[in-house]
C-alpha cells in the first residue's frame, strides 16, 4: 500500500499536502483538477475512508493517520467559502 501525497492549492493560493496510507485516492482525484471546497470535502471524506478500510483489510485495524487527516481537512475546509474551488496541483 504504498503511501500517496494529494498536493493542493486552497482558494486563498495557500498550498497543502493531503495525506493517504493508500494509492486508492489517484481514483478520486486527478492532476490539473479544480473542484469546489465541499465537493472536495466530501470526496476526501471518502477517499480517505477508502484508504483507511484498505488499512484494515491488510492489518486488520484502521488507519488512524488517514481519519486524522480526514478530521484535519474537515477543520480546514470550514475556514472556506464551500463555492470557492481547490485545484489539484499534483498526486505522488
Given amino acids: 500500500m504504498p503511501v500517496t501525497y494529494v498536493n493542493i492549492k486552497w482558494p486563498d493560493d495557500k498550498t497543502d ?3 493517504s496510507p493508500s ?3 489517484e481514483e478520486y482525484f486527478k492532476s ?3 473542484i469546489t471546497v465541499e465537493e ?5 471524506n ?3 475512508g477508502e484508504a483507511s478500510e484498505r488499512v484494515r483489510q ?3 485495524y484502521a488507519c488512524t493517520s488517514a481519519q486524522a487527516e480526514s478530521h ?3 477543520e480546514l475546509c470550514q475556514t472556506y467559502d464551500h463555492s470557492k ?3 489539484i496541483v499534483s498526486i505522488k
Fill in 72 to 74: 484535519r481537512i474537515h
Fill in 85 to 87: 474551488k481547490i485545484k
Fill in 23 to 25: 494509492s486508492v485516492v
Fill in 32 to 34: 490539473g483538477q479544480e
Fill in 17 to 19: 499536502q493531503v495525506y
Fill in 40 to 44: 472536495f470535502l466530501s470526496t476526501c
Fill in 58 to 60: 491488510k492489518y486488520g
Fill in 46 to 48: 471518502t477517499a480517505l
